[in-house]
Structures are given as C-alpha cells and as structure tokens.
C-alpha cells in the first residue's frame, strides 16, 4: 500500500456521462498531481494542485477540470465523456515541491462505451 | 520543452541476465531524473533517483548513472529474476518551481525462466 488512495477502482459509463475520480494524497503530502495513462499516448501530466491551490497545467482537456480540497484530496472531474478518454487515471502526491519523486496510487481505470 | 526518451520494449531476457534500459533526456538546467517500474495491475513505483550529475541512484539490484555529458540515464541490473517483469519509466523533473515529471513510453521488460 503505497499510501495514495484512489476510488473507485474502475469505472465504467457511457458517451457524454461525467465521472469524478477520488484521490487522498499520502499523510502529510500537500501536492497532489493527476496523469492519464493511455496505450497511444503513455503517461500525460494533467494537472497539479499544492495545497489546495493549482500550480501546474498539462494536457488536460477542458472538458476535465479538478480541485483540492482542505483535507487535501482531490477530486478529477470528467465530463462530456468520449470513448477517446478510456484510460488509467493516475494521482501521485508528494511532500512538497522538492525534486524527491512522488507516490502513485494504484489508479483508476475508467472505460467510456 | 522536456522530454525523454527510452528504447522500445518489449525487452525478453532469460533469468540472471544482465539488463540494460537505455533512457535519454532533453532538458533546460539541471533536472532531477528517475526510474518508475510500474508491476501488472499496479501504480508506479520509484524505483531509483539522481538529483545531480554523476550521482548514481541504486535499489534492489538495479543502478543508474546520471551522465550530463551525454544527458542518458541507462538503467542496468546484473542479474535479472522473474519477479523483475514489469514496465520500467524513466523520467525527469526540472529543478525549478513546480515539481512536474515527464515520462517516457516505458519499456516493458519479460523475464523467463
């Protein structure tokens, strides 16, 4: 158990349906990062929030947006849904914004049909 | 921009093999490099860092060595085991504000008995 927590596990829905994906960072983690792991596109940054504010944009469509709350998790929230989005969806935290690598959670794997 | 980039998998090699995963970067600076494995069904793991050059990063058999002259990061283990298949990521983080890693594809590595 890495210490990153992410539900659910795996997610199916359809076309033009909108999923939130949960993530509750390592104890003592402020930065949370999430990334989507497709097999035509690798691993993508999307989007990292520090302590509850954003400090960092990648990728990420504008059909997807995501936040962090006080207690620190974050959600990813996808709308609009294309068969297109089917992918991993990884969250990571680490401490700071130190150069030490992060923790991955286990991932959430979403299935649009 | 960023980015790296690793050799094509999938790499199949026989137990107690010795293994190299090649990895070259482009970067601005000096940036921070990594190697994730990711085990089937699971999120990454950081496998093993370097913050400077000529540091060399090691854990559970595996070492790499940060080269700026030739901007590599070439993963090598001498002998390899069976429970080492996985997807190996090498990846870099810049040293400046925002703590964002970029990946390369990954390269899958098969070990047979």
């Known amino acids: 158990d890495s210490g990153v927590t992410q539900t659910p596990k795996h997610l199916i829905t359809a076309t033009g349906q909108r999923v939130t994906l949960r993530c509750s960072p390592r104890s003592g983690d402020l930065s949370v990062y999430w990334y989507q792991q497709s097999l035509d596109q690798g691993l993508q940054f999307l989007i990292q929030y520090y302590n509850g504010e954003e400090r960092a944009k990648g990728n990420i469509l504008e059909r997807f947006s995501a936040q962090q709350f006080p207690d620190l998790h974050s959600e990813l929230n996808l709308s609009s849904l294309e068969l297109g989005d089917s992918a991993l969806y990884f969250c990571?935290?680490?401490?700071?914004?130190?150069?030490?690598?992060?923790?991955f959670g286990s991932g959430t794997r979403l299935t649009v049909v | 921009g960023n980015s790296v980039t690793q050799m094509e998998g999938p790499v199949t090699l026989s137990e107690e093999a010795f293994l190299t995963i090649n990895c070259t970067y482009t970067?601005?600076?000096?940036?921070?490099l990594f190697w994730y494995v990711q085990y089937p069904g699971e999120g990454l793991q950081l496998l093993l860092k370097?913050?400077?050059?000529?540091d060399k990063g090691s854990n559970k058999g595996f070492e790499a060595t940060y080269r700026k002259e030739t901007t590599s990061f070439h993963l090598e283990k001498g002998s390899v085991q069976v429970s080492d298949s996985a997807v190996y990521f090498c990846?870099?983080?810049?040293?400046?504000?925002?703590?964002?890693?970029?990946f390369g594809g990954g390269t899958r590595l098969m070990v047979k008995p």
């Open positions: 990571a935290s680490s401490v700071d914004r130190s150069s030490y690598g992060y923790t």
């Open positions: 990846a870099l983080s810049p040293n400046n504000a925002g703590n964002m890693l970029t």
């Open positions: 970067a601005t600076g000096y940036p921070s």
């Open positions: 370097a913050t400077k050059a000529d």
